[in-house]
């Protein structure tokens, strides 16, 4: 393992500067605040900021953006997942309308789950994306069940999952892989079942056995792009999303992550902060970020990350 780096009083200084959705995760993950604290300052997000922003721009029928899944990213799948990775509390009647619009109106298959009417399949990233919201906000819904099912079932032999398994794909993909494990673990965190558990560490060592981004056969970078860090990741998988589930799953470090810690270490500037990274192309409500300025979001996932490759895991409160 790599020799920690201390996080210096004025980058937390500027963290707590943020948005809510940074201070409570900062309180949380790096400061090693109170629950209360740090709860005090999620119920913040619904308030104030971005996620204030997000919700005033929800129709009346409870959607964003006109459509469920599209246009990217303003639909109302995107938009309730970026209001999840901000930490709304899961009582939000807005977002619960929106993941209620989800489950009322999309085309299930066999448990699944699929936006296109003419789409005769689910798509198991799409099922990822959908758990990950029934299971953060307050759906009650026996559908999110069905669909936790459906994909412990669905992983694929090498412990990964692809969207494209209907059409006979074997090896699985980490885009799909990514949003189906996130998926799983707040599954798992809002209910208390264990009948997610060897999946999620099928799926950890599947990571793994690509050291994140490696072909397992070669050895050689799979996709460039995942060496670069996205805030929001949207459906994409990228290196320091791979490393903050991890964390946030409280996987041990493994040896065979430490070629893809030591690129997200790389990545600091002089000034112990993160650049904010590159966006993917689409329509957005607003920045988050806007400029070339130093990113609160890799800077704050970047040193968690660290932080948990260098001591002992900690279990999620």
């Known amino acids: 393992m790599s020799d920690y780096v201390p996080v210096s009083s004025d980058v937390l200084e500027w963290l707590m500067a943020g948005d809510p959705a940074i201070r409570w995760q900062t309180e949380r993950d790096l400061l090693d605040a109170a629950p209360a604290v740090w709860r005090s300052t999620r119920s913040e997000v619904e308030q104030r900021g971005w996620g204030r922003r997000l919700l005033d721009l929800q129709d009346r029928t409870g959607t964003w953006g006109g459509g469920l899944y599209t246009p990217k990213w303003t639909s109302t799948t995107y938009t309730l997942l970026v209001l999840r990775r901000f930490g709304l509390p899961g009582s939000n009647h807005g977002a619960v309308a929106g993941c209620r619009r989800l489950f009322d109106e999309a085309d299930w298959v066999d448990g699944g789950v699929s936006y296109w009417a003419s789409h005769q399949f689910a798509e198991r990233c799409v099922n990822g994306m959908v758990l990950a919201l029934g299971s953060s906000f307050d759906v009650a819904d026996r559908r999110v069940d069905s669909i936790a099912g459906l994909l412990i079932d669905a992983a694929l032999p090498d412990g990964g999952w692809n969207c494209r398994d209907y059409q006979g ?58 060496t670069t860090s996205h805030f929001p990741p949207r459906w994409h998988y990228d290196i320091m999303r791979g490393l903050d589930h991890l964390r946030d799953a409280g996987a041990a470090p493994d040896p065979r992550a430490a070629d893809a810690v030591g690129i997200v270490e790389i990545q600091r500037r002089p000034d112990d902060r993160w650049g904010k990274g590159s966006q993917y192309s689409g329509e957005t409500f607003f920045p988050l970020e806007p400029g070339r300025v130093a990113g609160r979001w890799n800077t704050l996932r970047a040193l968690r990350i660290l932080r948990w490759w260098n001591a002992e895991p900690r279990p999620h409160p």
Not at 194 to 211: N, P, T, V, W, Y
């Open 169 to 226: 794909a074997t090896h699985s993909s980490f885009h799909t892989t990514i949003s189906v494990l996130e998926g799983l673990l707040e599954w798992k965190r809002s209910t208390g079942s264990d009948q997610a558990d060897a999946a999620i560490a099928r799926g950890h060592e599947f990571m793994l056995e690509h050291r994140l981004y490696r072909s397992h056969r070669t050895g050689r970078v799979i996709n460039d792009a995942w």
